[in-house]
């Protein structure tokens, strides 16, 4: 599996899996952190998204190149998520964008064994990915945010960080 893949995989399960996710704009009482072990942060205040994401955890945190990414989520979607529903994924590699692109949740709800539309309620996701050995050294920036329509009218969830990779 590729590099990008593998990223588009992390951030969908964690979308999808759990359940669902503009720029980071910190607040001073605002710690807008993804609870867990990973280095995310939300890009909003979490209450006003439709996901409540309560732990996100990342195994090894960070990420090796060549071994296992073992994803796990847990969390509450409000509502149901159906057809329509998309996540924008944009990874940076220092300045240079490596991927920006539009992926539709139900399509890509297999990838971590669900079915669309989501239904509300609690959530508990886990997913393992095998990362490319050969991933260049460098810290990767990843955003995605997640929307209940193309109209982009309700966030899901919009998270960010940065991944870095060395020898």
């Known amino acids: ?42 890009e909003h205040d979490p209450k006003d998204y439709t996901l409540q994401l309560h732990q996100l955890d990342l195994e090894p945190n960070p990420p090796a190149p060549g071994k296992p990414l073992r994803i796990q989520a847990t969390g509450h979607l409000a509502k149901v998520v159906d057809k329509g529903s998309f996540v924008h994924v944009a990874v940076k590699w220092g300045i240079v964008t490596i991927l920006t692109k539009d992926f539709d949740l139900c399509e890509s709800a297999g990838a971590v064994d669900e079915e669309c539309p989501f239904h509300e309620g609690f959530w508990n996701v886990s997913k393992t990915v095998d ?32 991944v870095s990779f060395t020898f």
């Open 131 to 162: 990362l490319p050995q050969q991933i260049p050294p460098g810290t990767y920036k990843v955003e995605m945010q997640a929307y209940t329509n193309e109209t982009m009218d309700e966030k899901i969830i919009c998270m960010q960080g940065d």
């Open 1 to 42: 599996m590729s590099l990008i893949n593998s990223l588009v995989v992390l951030f969908c399960a964690t979308v999808v899996s759990c359940r669902f996710q503009v720029p980071l704009r910190a607040t001073d009482d605002l710690d807008l952190k993804v609870p867990g072990n990973n280095p995310l942060s939300f």
